[in-house]
T-cell receptor, first 113, second 115 residues
């Protein structure tokens, strides 16, 4: 069975600094990987996804994530964060043939001015 | 609307009362999911619908919880004899066909508070 680990429950960072949010998963089969963002009092929104092909995927607002099969990781990075990036970030993994994704417990990104 | 709609957005009720939460998915999406999000916790899967059928109810925490979906569209999650531990945000999501490669589209949730 798959599992998803987001090691950091909270990541404080100053504005314009780089950030990395870590996600590791365990699965014995091929997987699809997702990052979602949740702003206060809202639902989750898709940030980016890896299905196949290039292991580096990017979002429209400057985030990127790299699929590393050997390390079973899908870490999320941004070279320079904004105050508006303050939110909860969830990593999710789906196994081929499964209808139910597994979500990590989330990482709270707090950007300070 | 174009997105997943949930109602009510907030619900406060007394312990022991029944509550009904509603989810209107994106038009044409056959897969529908209910999750529970407690303070500081991740998403807890409750139930998955494909059309009007629920092939996976494994996440429902007790027999006080039930859900149905009619017409392959709107779904309701019912909690009977509510307990304080039921207080949480209940999120609904839909996807086009439920495939593993498909992202989920979430509503803004119903914040349920049991007094």
């Amino acid at each position: 069975a798959q599992s998803v680990t987001q090691l950091d429950s909270q990541v404080p960072v100053f504005e314009e600094a780089p950030v990395e949010l870590r996600c590791n998963y365990s699965s014995s089969v091929s997987v699809y990987l997702f990052w979602y963002v949740q702003y206060p009092n809202q639902g989750l929104q898709l940030l980016l996804k890896y299905l196949s092909g290039s292991t580096l995927v990017e979002s429209i607002n400057g985030f990127e994530a790299e699929f590393n099969k050997s390390q079973t990781s899908f870490h999320l990075r941004k070279p320079s964060v904004h105050i508006s990036d303050t939110a909860e970030y969830f990593c999710a993994v789906s196994e081929g043939g499964s209808y139910i994704p597994t979500f990590g417990r989330g990482t709270s990104l707090i950007v300070h001015p | 609307g174009a997105g997943v709609s949930q109602s009510p957005s907030n619900k406060v009720t007394e312990k022991g009362k029944d509550v009904e939460l509603r989810c209107d998915p994106i038009s044409g999406h056959t897969a529908l999911y209910w999750y529970r999000q407690s303070l500081g916790q991740g998403l807890e899967f409750l139930i998955y619908f494909q059309g009007n059928s629920a092939p996976d109810k494994s996440g429902l925490p007790s027999d006080r919880f039930s859900a149905e979906r009619t017409g392959g569209s709107v779904s309701t999650l019912t909690i009977q004899r509510t307990q304080q531990e039921d207080s949480a945000v209940y999120l609904c999501a839909s996807s086009r066909q439920g495939g593993a490669e498909e992202p989920q589209h979430f509503g803004d949730g119903t914040r349920l508070s049991i007094l």
